[in-house]
T-cell receptor, first 117, second 112 residues
Framework: GENVEQHPSTLSVQEGDSAVIKCTYS??????FPWYKQELGKRPQLIID?????GEKKDQRIAVTLNKTAKHFSLHITETQPEDSAVYFC????????????????FGTGTLLAVQP | DAGVIQSPRHEVTEMGQEVTLRCKPI?????LFWYRQTMMRGLELLIY????????DSGMPEDRFSAKMPNASFSTLKIQPSEPRDSAVYFC??????????FGQGTRLTVV
């Protein structure tokens, strides 16, 4: 089955710097890669996602890149702010209405991002 | 829609007791997931359903854990008997075929 690895487990950056979190997945059939942000004591919430037909996606200060050949994807946060401090999870899934789709959503182990003012 | 609704928000129980966690998915979503979150193991997928049918329960840790989805708007996760190592936050999430997964607020379970 799918296995998702995530690095680093903790990341500390200065406010205004960039942060990069990396994930690898094992199932080459996975086609949907969301990123979730979880603030302390709250539920995980989607911040950005990417599908396998796209190599990069950007939304303001956050971007995600996908390398299907190497089976890895990354989250980039630029101009970090203290409110970006949280745990970030990557995930992988085979999504959609095709025969091999399972929609089973497997998460990485999380990255605790601390943005120092 | 009010989102995914879980109850109770907090549960404290004694070892050996039965615990039932409840989830109401978003209307129209046909996938429902149960996750367990701990510091050591992160977000573990326990079981997921498609159209009320259990698809993959390989993440259920032991026979003490069971889950049901009797209809499209309700699911339960039961632990019987509970043990201290079951203490964790349990999340329910739902999604559609082509939509993101939305999480409930979670149930914080403490077994003493």
């Amino acid at each position: 089955g799918e296995n998702v690895e995530q690095h680093p487990s903790t990341l500390s950056v200065q406010e205004g710097d960039s942060a990069v979190i990396k994930c690898t997945y094992s199932d080459s059939a996975s086609n949907y890669f969301p990123w979730y942000k979880q603030e302390l004591g709250k539920r995980p919430q989607l911040i950005i996602d990417i599908r396998s037909n796209v190599g990069e996606k950007k939304d303001q200060r956050i971007a995600v890149t996908l390398n299907k050949t190497a089976k890895h994807f990354s989250l980039h946060i630029t101009e970090t702010q203290p409110e970006d401090s949280a745990v970030y999870f990557c995930a992988a899934s085979k999504k959609g209405g095709y025969g091999g789709a399972t929609n089973k959503l497997i998460f990485g182990t999380g990255t605790l991002l601390a943005v120092q003012p | 829609d009010a989102g995914v609704i879980q109850s109770p928000r907090h549960e404290v129980t004694e070892m050996g007791q039965e615990v039932t966690l409840r989830c109401k998915p978003i209307s129209g979503h046909d996938y429902l997931f149960w996750y367990r979150q701990t510091m050591m193991r992160g977000l573990e997928l326990l079981i997921y359903f498609n159209n009320n049918v259990p698809i993959d329960d390989s993440g259920m840790p032991e026979d003490r854990f069971s889950a049901k989805m009797p209809n499209a708007s309700f699911s339960t996760l039961k632990i019987q008997p509970s043990e201290p190592r079951d203490s964790a936050v349990y999340f329910c999430a739902s999604s559609g075929d082509s939509t993101e997964a939305f999480f409930g607020q979670g149930t914080r379970l403490t077994v003493v």
